[in-house]
């Protein structure tokens, strides 16, 4: 599948990873040249678009045109919002999932702004509120619409399990995948011998079975 992602902040370089990891075909359009410049140490070259992502000559650049699916998932929803439009009145995008950053825009992103699918941090946010769930230093980034499983983000505890050992010596739930680690503002793809550091963040797919084991194992 043939995917663009526009926004490469922490959500968007998260997404492109865990896409990547996954043998999709990923495309990245990112304005800012500060986080352009970090995004250049961590992915290919050549999937990377510096340029402002609601401009219809950058999603061009970014050959916006083949993309099965366009992603917008910058920190502005007026900027997701237009987006969203081109991709799917302009450049006839099958799916268009947005960013929803404020509740309160939440009901803009419909079907008549070109938006299939919304992704609104505070709804998944308050599902988890009211199940109580309160495992520590544990948060959900996005919780996936079929099955049990999320994207979950973890930092590294001082008296981790896994502080200073190999990816490869570490027993990982079986429903557990690990897609990138950050540390120090650098994301890196994770293979056997990646060491675990204090502070890392990590981020993983797992199902609700493997939560509190996760925990035991990073916190």
Do not use: C
Not at 124 to 129: D, L, N, R, V
Not at 163 to 172: G, P, R, T
């Amino acid at each position: 599948m043939r995917i663009v992602i526009i926004g490469g902040g922490e959500v968007g370089s998260y997404i492109v990873a865990l896409l990547l990891s996954n043998g999709h075909e990923v495309s990245l359009i990112e304005h800012d040249e500060k986080t352009f410049h970090m995004l250049e140490k961590v992915f290919p070259p050549e999937i990377l678009f510096y340029g402002d992502g609601s401009d219809p000559d950058a999603m061009e650049k970014a050959n916006i045109v083949s993309a099965n699916v366009v992603a917008a998932v910058t920190g502005n929803d007026e900027t997701n919002l237009v987006i969203s439009t081109l991709a799917k009145m302009e450049f006839g995008i099958p799916r268009v999932v947005a960013r929803v950053n404020n509740p309160k825009n939440a009901w803009l992103f419909d079907s008549g702004m070109g938006v299939d699918i919304r992704v609104n941090q505070a709804d998944i946010m308050a599902h988890f509120i009211v199940e109580e769930m309160n495992i520590k230093d544990m948060f959900t980034l996005l919780k996936l619409t079929e099955g049990d499983y999320s994207i979950i983000k973890m930092k590294v505890g001082r008296k981790a399990k896994a502080a200073d050992q190999l990816l490869k010596d570490l027993s990982l739930p079986k429903q557990t995948v690990l897609i990138s680690i950050t540390h120090d503002e650098v994301l890196s793809i994770p293979n056997g011998d990646t060491k675990i550091l204090v502070g890392d963040d990590i981020l993983l797919l797992a199902d609700e079975a493997s939560r509190k084991e996760l925990n035991e194992i990073f916190d």
